[in-house]
């Protein structure tokens, strides 16, 4: 058997144990019941991922086209965004990723115009906040909570100033202990972010997706290296939950 083919029938695998679990997983976090859309999308509205290296997925950067395949990377956005694109392709929604690998808030801010202002946004998701504390945590970003809050506080007031119709979706940070790069260390200072993102999403009226909740209930059924090797990146199965979590949370679906 070739090595390409090996590599295919191990993804499909993993691809379908996953769709066999995650449902489950999905059904006994949600509080949204299904069918129930918290967001609807206009006719060709566009919707906006945002974020780090987990939204970033390995997506190209040089052309950043919308409903590509390239462009969207190869991480639960994308996931997301294929279902999308199903579900409502009468309303021929514009999907794109603008994620980028290493970010923490005030790198968003920093492309903000360029990554999203100009983009008008119909929905806005954001995941971002493992680097403000991984970063600081390793030494290579002299950051705290206090500034992570106040710098998303910013960016959410930057952006409800300029796009006041906008339908924002805050997602958690999360972290899986009992991987190659998370230990129980790092549950009590991740859970800072994680409540600083819950208070700033009910501040400024956002759908909350709780993907720490997700996986806490996903590692019930399977180790936590199965959704993440690293603890922080999601495996093939990690994205596949996500994307899951994200479309049921915020358009029942």
Request: charged share 20%; proline share 5%; with cysteine.
């Given at each position: 058997m070739s090595h390409s083919r090996r590599v295919?029938?191990?993804?499909?695998?993993?691809?379908?144990?996953?769709?066999?679990l995650v449902p489950g997983?999905?059904?006994?976090?949600?509080?949204?019941?299904k069918k129930k859309r918290v967001y609807a999308i206009p006719a060709k509205g566009v919707v906006l991922f945002q974020g780090d290296s987990i939204t970033d997925a390995g997506r190209e950067k040089s052309r950043e086209l919308p409903n590509n395949g390239s462009s969207l990377g190869g991480g639960y956005a994308f996931l997301a965004a294929t279902a999308l694109l199903d579900h409502f392709a009468a309303l021929e929604p514009v999907v794109y990723n603008r994620g980028i690998s290493g970010n923490k808030v005030y790198q968003l801010a920093a492309r903000w115009q360029k990554d999203c202002l100009e983009l008008k946004p119909d929905v806005l998701s954001i995941l971002i906040g493992i680097?403000?504390?991984?970063?600081?945590?390793?030494?290579?970003?002299?950051?705290?909570?206090?500034?992570?809050?106040?710098?998303?506080?910013?960016?959410?007031?930057?952006?409800?100033?300029?796009?006041?119709?906008?339908?924002?979706?805050?997602c958690e940070p999360f972290a899986l202990p009992g991987t190659t790069a998370v230990d129980e260390s790092w549950v009590e200072p991740v859970g800072g972010y994680r409540e600083v993102a819950l208070k700033l999403s009910r501040e400024f009226g956002a759908v909350w997706v709780?993907?720490?909740?997700?996986f806490d209930e996903a590692i019930l059924h399977a180790p936590a290296s199965w959704w993440s090797a690293d603890g922080v990146h999601p495996s093939l199965a990690g994205s596949h939950l996500m994307a899951a979590a994200w479309l049921r949370t915020v358009f029942g679906i």
């Amino acid at each position: 058997m070739s090595h390409s083919r090996r590599v295919f029938l191990g993804r499909a695998a993993t691809m379908a144990a996953a769709a066999a679990l995650v449902p489950g997983v999905v059904e006994a976090v949600s509080s949204a019941p299904k069918k129930k859309r918290v967001y609807a999308i206009p006719a060709k509205g566009v919707v906006l991922f945002q974020g780090d290296s987990i939204t970033d997925a390995g997506r190209e950067k040089s052309r950043e086209l919308p409903n590509n395949g390239s462009s969207l990377g190869g991480g639960y956005a994308f996931l997301a965004a294929t279902a999308l694109l199903d579900h409502f392709a009468a309303l021929e929604p514009v999907v794109y990723n603008r994620g980028i690998s290493g970010n923490k808030v005030y790198q968003l801010a920093a492309r903000w115009q360029k990554d999203c202002l100009e983009l008008k946004p119909d929905v806005l998701s954001i995941l971002i906040g493992i680097n403000d504390y991984w970063h600081m945590r390793n030494g290579q970003y002299d950051g705290t909570l206090e500034k992570y809050e106040a710098d998303y506080r910013a960016l959410l007031d930057q952006t409800r100033q300029a796009l006041p119709g906008v339908r924002l979706v805050v997602c958690e940070p999360f972290a899986l202990p009992g991987t190659t790069a998370v230990d129980e260390s790092w549950v009590e200072p991740v859970g800072g972010y994680r409540e600083v993102a819950l208070k700033l999403s009910r501040e400024f009226g956002a759908v909350w997706v709780p993907f720490q909740r997700f996986f806490d209930e996903a590692i019930l059924h399977a180790p936590a290296s199965w959704w993440s090797a690293d603890g922080v990146h999601p495996s093939l199965a990690g994205s596949h939950l996500m994307a899951a979590a994200w479309l049921r949370t915020v358009f029942g679906i």
